[in-house]
């Protein structure tokens, strides 16, 4: 049975006892994936769509602000920077609140402390401790930047989806924020 498409799939060699792709509606959700480990022909191709679209926004913002000399990275960074107390966040907080690996961010930090948009600075709370902060270079390009990208986010994504599907992602997405690792 494929699994989504016209090309066979891994479950057409599986036995004839091996589970159907079937929704489970009648399992709670925390036991579903252990109750049938293959996705539907439908959440097949809900996931790819997903994977595909989420790359084609990526890919769109990106372009979209590599006008700036930003990627899309260095862009959350600046923003999760300028909505925080004092423009500032410590290293570890802000990797995990752009969702990058540490080492990720300190490259990142460094690419965009060169070219004078960021300073690190010891934690005043903690010495041990290395806070990034925006500085005035930094808030001036994100502020050039920002109505740019907010018309190409919403040129790629907000705008084509109908508001209630919308909201459907959002409350998607915030079930898949709360998954614990």
């Given at each position: 049975?494929?699994q989504?498409?016209?090309?066979?799939s891994?479950?057409?060699?599986?036995?004839?006892?091996a589970?159907?792709?079937?929704?489970?509606?009648?399992?709670?959700?925390e036991k579903?994936?252990?109750?049938?480990?293959?996705?539907?022909?439908?959440?097949q191709?809900?996931?790819?769509?997903?994977?595909?679209g989420?790359?084609r926004?990526?890919?769109y913002?990106?372009?979209?602000?590599?006008r700036?000399d930003l990627?899309?990275?260095?862009?959350?960074?600046?923003?999760?920077?300028?909505?925080?107390p004092?423009?500032?966040?410590r290293?570890?907080?802000?990797?995990?609140?752009v969702?990058?690996?540490?080492?990720r961010?300190?490259?990142?930090?460094?690419?965009?402390?060169s070219?004078g948009?960021?300073?690190r600075e010891?934690?005043?709370?903690?010495?041990?401790?290395?806070?990034?902060?925006?500085n005035?270079?930094?808030?001036?390009?994100l502020r050039?930047?920002?109505p740019?990208?907010?018309?190409a986010?919403r040129?790629?994504?907000?705008?084509?989806?109908?508001?209630?599907?919308?909201?459907?992602l959002?409350?998607?997405?915030k079930?898949v924020?709360?998954?614990?690792?």
């Amino acid at each position: 049975m494929s699994q989504g498409g016209s090309r066979p799939s891994i479950q057409d060699d599986a036995p004839s006892n091996a589970p159907s792709t079937r929704f489970f509606e009648d399992v709670e959700p925390e036991k579903r994936s252990t109750a049938d480990p293959w996705l539907s022909a439908e959440q097949q191709h809900i996931w790819r769509a997903w994977l595909r679209g989420s790359a084609r926004i990526t890919g769109y913002l990106s372009k979209d602000l590599r006008r700036h000399d930003l990627e899309l990275c260095e862009y959350e960074i600046l923003v999760t920077l300028s909505e925080a107390p004092g423009y500032a966040v410590r290293m570890s907080m802000l990797a995990t609140e752009v969702h990058q690996s540490r080492s990720r961010l300190t490259h990142a930090i460094e690419r965009l402390e060169s070219r004078g948009l960021v300073v690190r600075e010891p934690d005043v709370r903690d010495r041990r401790g290395v806070v990034a902060r925006l500085n005035s270079e930094g808030m001036d390009l994100l502020r050039q930047a920002a109505p740019d990208y907010v018309r190409a986010l919403r040129r790629i994504f907000v705008d084509p989806v109908d508001p209630e599907d919308f909201a459907a992602l959002g409350r998607a997405m915030k079930a898949v924020l709360s998954v614990s690792d």
